[in-house]
Nanobody, 124 residues
């Protein structure tokens, strides 16, 4: 397993941008598909975006498509989530996760490792 540490959250106004980072330990990072999930108060954890390790394919939740971009730098063992045009409904704790499974993985229970989360709050 890899250890994951998120950063970059904060309090912003609607329409602003944030970039979340997720630093991974371990030298097998490039063998993991990476995902971002979020959990708002009183709600279940939901899928946001994922990037496979083999083909670098990406997939997004409909709610963030066109606004969020997932990317990874294998040399830096880091995955990013660029979030543009943020909306109040994006307010949540954001988690990055890693899985050995190949392809597009959107189910949280299929991920092996999780970070501690970073808070994103968007005011209207």
């Amino acid at each position: 397993q890899v250890q994951l540490v998120e950063s970059g959250g904060g309090l912003v106004q609607a329409g602003a941008s944030l970039r979340l980072s997720c630093a991974a330990s371990g030298h097998t990072f490039r063998s993991y598909a990476m995902g971002w999930f979020r959990q708002a108060p009183g709600k279940e954890r939901e899928f946001v975006a994922t990037k496979s390790w083999s083909s670098s394919a990406t997939y997004y939740a409909d709610s963030v498509k066109g606004r969020f971009t997932i990317s990874r730098n294998n040399a830096m063992n880091t995955v990013y989530l660029q979030m543009n045009n943020l909306k109040p409904e994006d307010t949540a704790i954001y988690y990055c996760a890693a899985t050995r499974k190949n392809g597009i993985v959107v189910v949280p229970t299929l991920y092996d490792s999780w970070g501690q989360g970073t808070q994103v709050t968007v005011s209207s």
